[in-house]
T-cell receptor, first 118, second 113 residues
Framework: AQKVTQAQTEISVVEKEDVTLDCVYE???????LFWYKQPPSGELVFLIR??????QNEISGRYSWNFQKSTSSFNFTITASQVVDSAVYFC???????????????FGTGTRLQVTL | KAGVTQTPRYLIKTRGQQVTLSCSPI?????VSWYQQTPGQGLQFLFE???????NKGNFPGRFSGRQFSNSRSEMNVSTLELGDSALYLC????????????FGQGTRLTVV
């Protein structure tokens, strides 16, 4: 069965600090997708990134960067120079790949609540 | 471009009643998935619909059902409500069957009393 572990329940940082959110996953699939979502207080899950299992290149998007390491089954997310607006719950997710080859169901971690203060 | 629209945003129901939640996906998106979010169980997959057919189903009792219409709009129904069904129900829209990027609505918060 697929599993996603976000061991950090809550992180508090002061604005402008860098912060890394950890994500460790388990799957038997050889082809899978990993995602990060942000959930602000409004409740909507905001898509941040998708990475497939064959692409281990790190990615940077503005202040956000992601480190995918297949060898350790981790997909960590770093926010550089954090801002108050980054305060939210962040979810890591893993997709299941049905027999027809298309990814479908998302398995989510329990989320990490990030609190950025002035 | 309008995002995923879920209605209603908030709902209060009594145990034993049934409820129907609605989701309108992003224009052009044909896949709709539903998730339940609770403090205890986190985010759990309910089901996915594509081209009016259920493609995948999570581990929920038969009281939870859904359907998709020809315009890709989807509804989910919960019958014989229980207190434990109180949750945020999130709908996700994708361009096609299978995950490309799944875009979520703001959810319907259901409270069962």
């Amino acid at each position: 069965a697929q599993k996603v572990t976000q061991a950090q329940t809550e992180i508090s940082v002061v604005e402008k600090e860098d912060v890394t959110l950890d994500c460790v996953y388990e799957t038997r699939d050889t082809t899978y997708y990993l995602f990060w979502y942000k959930q602000p207080p409004s409740g909507e899950l905001v898509f941040l990134i998708r990475r497939n299992s064959f692409d281990e290149q790190n990615e940077i998007s503005g202040r956000y960067s992601w480190n995918f390491q297949k060898s350790t089954s981790s997909f960590n997310f770093t926010i550089t120079a954090s801002q108050v607006v980054d305060s939210a719950v962040y979810f890591c997710a893993l997709s299941e790949t049905p027999a027809d080859g298309t990814a479908s169901k998302l398995t989510f971690g329990t989320g990490t609540r990030l609190q950025v203060t002035l | 471009k309008a995002g995923v629209t879920q209605t209603p945003r908030y709902l209060i129901k009594t145990r034993g009643q049934q409820v129907t939640l609605s989701c309108s996906p992003i224009s052009g998106h044909r896949s709709v998935s539903w998730y339940q979010q609770t403090p205890g169980q986190g985010l759990q997959f309910l089901f996915e619909y594509f081209s009016e057919t259920q493609r995948n189903k999570g581990n929920f009792p038969g009281r939870f059902s859904g359907r998709q219409f020809s315009n890709s709009r989807s509804e989910m129904n919960v019958s014989t409500l229980e207190l434990g069904d109180s949750a945020l129900y999130l709908c996700a829209s994708s361009l096609r069957h299978g995950i490309t990027e799944a875009f979520f609505g703001q959810g319907t918060r259901l409270t069962v009393v």
